[in-house]
């Protein structure tokens, strides 16, 4: 029996769609916005990884990379590696450029590499040149290569020297790509390419210099990716205190893997944002289509068709149309990768490659499906209930009551899956979790909103203006529009009022407090028998400015109360902590900018066991307390240390801050350089020029970073990023815009009887165009307060509590949003209304 009515029900619902799908555009374009979104992002995440993937060796440099900090491998472990295959060796380390003049420098992150460079892919440059020709020394000079960007900063050409550290360098060629690039990180300075021999003779590398040496291994043909998990796991248990980084193939890049999925899921929840908001939109469309189809439905039931055969001619119907949407939505979502291929290949330097993903598409699929049917069952259902009586005699399906309760239940059951899922499929659960509360609480919220802004316009004074008068009752009449409309554009616009605001703050936190409150530079690998002149120079130099400087190593933590962090749980927080080589140092007293929270710093003296001081905020967020113990390795060498004290750390302050700090005697012996930052406020521009010069040219080896510049960087990135996310938030703007002109396009039934009949009665086109406008006017102007509120509690909370940063309000974030508001809701409400405005009165008269 269920088969044969089902069969029915789907010849009825093919034949009532011969019509066309006038009234439901707007509903399929929710769906297919919704569902390109969410398949588009994953599909172009999963390209990137699968370029990551598939080019792990090249992006790598080898099938396994080794990194030491401030220290060589020993002889021992440099033959280990020779015994397994192929090793190029590299080092990495920032240093000052300068011209043979000495008149201009600038950062450089200069790289040494040695002949057996690259391992796999091919170096880039023009023109192009052996290893010999490149870097070979000629007459004293080595040869160099290095981007654009160094040759437009200091004025440089083709065959022009620069002077790193005590050699000088001719630039032979311009660099254009590095295979291993993304493996090396993100750089604040541009490159400069060198040998391996003419690092060495720069005389750069110091006891205790800040490099990084780097051994890529290219295992022999066809090695399996067991087999270089093995090697790893081998290379870790020969040499249990060489501290080294390995990473292999599988991970060539995976700051920026990390990146990406927090990005895609970003994007995802925007997308699902989108979806959802279109479902009102969804919901709204349904309910215009069942309006129309009183009549036909009327005449179903008078022939004796049952409540659930109408539901189930209209159930097939909805899904059949979102179907069309959901494939709509699908082919843009399967051209995503491809498009991304050639848009991002300039920004990424990982090719996207084209293609097509299944999981990602049938994700889309499940979302735009769960959506549809949350959203539809309920009008449906009231649809059903309705008697033919009832459909002949009144005007639409608005009746009073909800419901049965099982279209409620089904209702919520849906919304629990579809929130179930969001959460499911999401990287960062915990991230999903909030936004699947945010989203419940919005609606709620919402709700609530359009229900005040009906309570007030009820209970308020009666206007002596006509048209201001029919505008308020219109706002809280049976049937009005302001729920929908304070739904689809309060989520929209409190979404973009939050990242306005967030990227804001951000922007004045760089761009003007932070310089406030940072040094003007910052100096690293200062030798500690060069100590005194340095200090010296700069009292010279800046002798209003305040000079600070500490000892530094590098060290990087193996394990936690004797636990291998290997072995142990990363927490999203903190977890920066455990993850390559940290700053360290040490004092004998508490430094001035310490702020105990437990515990006690040690004597003058101490030479007990050695003690550290950590970082409160990054103890708690790895379970640490004093008295537990942490083992960091420095220089090839493993130091367990007692947690003496936790402090509070100001990192907003870009002050020299530590997360550990240990007592004198924990490094007795080792070799190590200082760093020092210096604060002088009064300084120009010209200045801060005359001090780096002087000291580069008094200290080539000393790397000097202006940390303004390091700012605008960080500053322009930040301004890129968000205008990418302000770009994917407008996706769920636009969702709100489509469910507002379906909003008000459902209801231009009941506005149609209402202009009828008061032109009837002897209003004018003009006192109904001021009606309908304020009224639109006046629902807009309420959700954008809304959406400001909303807004700024969602951005300060993120700001203060998340990044631990000032938060401001943004004047202009707040007009912005009142202008957008209205000019959506009045000019798409009196778009809509314009036609309503002609419509012939006796047709309508006749149907009331």
Not at 327 to 351: C, E, H, Q, R, T
Not at 746 to 759: F, M, Q
């Amino acid at each position: 029996m269920i088969p044969r009515t089902l069969s029915l029900a789907v010849r009825f619902s093919l034949r009532e769609m011969r019509g066309g799908l006038s009234g439901f555009f707007i509903f399929l374009a929710c769906i297919a916005l919704g569902v390109a979104a969410i398949g588009g992002v994953n599909s172009v995440a999963r390209a990137i990884s699968a370029g990551i993937a598939d080019q792990g060796q090249t992006l790598l440099g080898g099938d396994l990379r080794f990194q030491l900090t401030q220290r060589e491998a020993t002889a021992a472990e440099r033959a280990y590696l020779d015994s397994l295959g192929t090793v190029s060796q590299s080092a990495n380390m920032r240093s000052m450029a300068r011209l043979e003049d000495g008149s201009d420098q600038a950062l450089v992150e200069a790289k040494a590499v040695d002949a057996a460079y690259p391992l796999y892919g091919a170096l880039e440059t023009e023109p192009t040149l052996s290893h010999g020709e490149l870097f070979g020394e000629k007459n004293g000079v080595f040869g160099a290569a290095a981007p654009d960007l160094l040759f437009e900063r200091l004025g440089l050409k083709l065959g022009d020297r620069v002077q790193l550290g005590s050699a000088s360098f001719e630039l032979r060629a311009k660099l254009v790509g590095e295979p291993d690039a993304i493996s090396d990180g993100f750089g604040f300075a541009p490159r400069l390419l060198i040998s391996t021999r003419g690092l060495a003779a720069s005389g750069l590398i110091q006891p205790g210099s800040l490099v990084q040496h780097i051994y890529r291994l290219r295992l022999p043909p066809a090695a399996s990716d067991a087999r270089v998990k093995e090697v790893e796991a081998q290379a870790n248990q020969a040499f249990p205190e060489a501290g080294w980084s390995v990473r292999t193939r599988a991970n060539a890049a995976p700051a920026l893997s990390s990146n990406i999925e927090r990005f895609s899921q970003f994007l995802t929840l925007v997308g699902l944002t989108a979806l959802v908001v279109g479902g009102v939109g969804v919901a709204n469309a349904v309910r215009a289509y069942l309006d129309s189809k009183r009549g036909v439905i009327a005449t179903f039931k008078s022939l004796g068709a049952s409540g659930r055969f109408v539901f189930t001619v209209y159930l097939v119907q909805i899904l059949m149309i979102a179907g069309l949407g959901i494939v709509a939505g699908l082919v843009l979502a399967a051209l995503m990768p491809f498009a991304a291929s050639a848009a991002l290949g300039s920004v990424i330097p990982v090719p996207a490659a084209g293609g097509f993903y299944p999981g990602a598409l049938l994700l889309a699929v499940l979302f735009g499906v769960l959506t549809t049917l949350a959203f539809a069952l309920l009008p449906l259902g009231r649809a059903r209930d309705v008697p033919a009586t009832a459909l002949f005699r009144e005007a639409s399906l608005q009746g009073k009551g909800l419901p049965r309760p099982v279209y409620l239940a089904a209702t919520l059951g849906l919304a629990l899956v579809l929130a179930a899922c969001a959460v499911l499929f999401a990287t960062d659960r915990h991230i999903a979790a909030i936004f699947v509360g945010a989203a419940l609480a919005s609606f709620l919220v919402l709700r609530g909103v359009a229900l005040l802004v009906e309570w007030l316009a009820r209970n308020s004074p009666r206007p002596r203006f006509v048209a201001l008068r029919l505008a308020v009752g219109n706002i809280h009449r049976p049937g009005a529009l302001t729920p929908s409309v304070v739904l689809s554009l309060g989520l929209g616009l409190t979404l973009l009022v939050t990242l306005a605001l967030i990227d804001g703050n951000l922007r004045r936190q760089i761009g003007a407090n932070l310089p406030q409150q940072a040094p003007n530079f910052f100096f690293v690998d200062i030798q500690a028998n060069e100590v005194d002149a340095f200090a010296a120079l700069i009292a010279k130099e800046a002798p209003a400015g305040t000079l600070a400087k500490v000892p530094m190593l590098r060290g990087r933590i193996m394990a936690l109360n004797g636990i291998d962090v290997a072995k142990l749980p990363v927490p999203a927080e903190g977890g920066w902590v455990l993850k390559g080589d940290r700053g360290l140092t040490y004092d004998e007293r508490q430094p001035a900018n310490a702020t105990l929270t437990e515990g006690a710093w040690w004597s003058p003296g101490y030479s007990g066991e050695p003690l550290v001081s950590f970082s409160a905020e990054e103890a708690g967020q790895l379970g640490l307390k004093v008295g537990d113990t942490i083992t960091v390795n420095v220089l090839g060498r493993n130091v367990t240390a007692r947690i003496a004290n936790l402090r509070q750390v100001e990192w907003e302050t870009l002050g020299i801050n530590f997360v550990m700090v240990f007592s004198p005697n924990t490094f007795a012996g080792a070799p190590h350089a200082w760093i020092a930052t210096l604060a002088d406020k009064s300084a120009s521009v010209a200045d801060d020029a005359r001090l780096l010069n002087a000291v580069t040219r008094a200290f080539p080896a000393v790397t000097t970073v202006r940390v303004k510049d390091a700012l605008d960087v960080v500053n322009r990135l930040v301004g890129e990023l968000g205008t990418a996310i302000r770009a994917a938030a407008g996706v769920a703007l636009i969702a709100s815009v489509l469910v507002l002109a379906g909003a008000l396009a459902a209801g231009n039934r009941a506005r149609i009887h209402d202009a009828v009949v008061l032109k009837t009665l002897g209003a004018t086109r003009r006192t109904l165009v001021a009606a309908f406008a304020l009224e639109y006017a006046l629902i807009g102007l309420a959700t954008a307060l809304f959406s400001l509120v909303a807004g700024g509690v969602a951005a300060w909370f993120v700001v203060a509590r998340v990044m631990k940063l000032p938060a401001h309000f943004s004047p202009e974030v707040a007009l912005t949003t009142v202008v957008v508001s209205l000019v959506l809701t009045v000019g798409l409400g009196l778009t809509g209304t314009w036609r309503i405005l002609g419509q012939k009165a006796a047709p309508v008269l006749r149907e009331l």
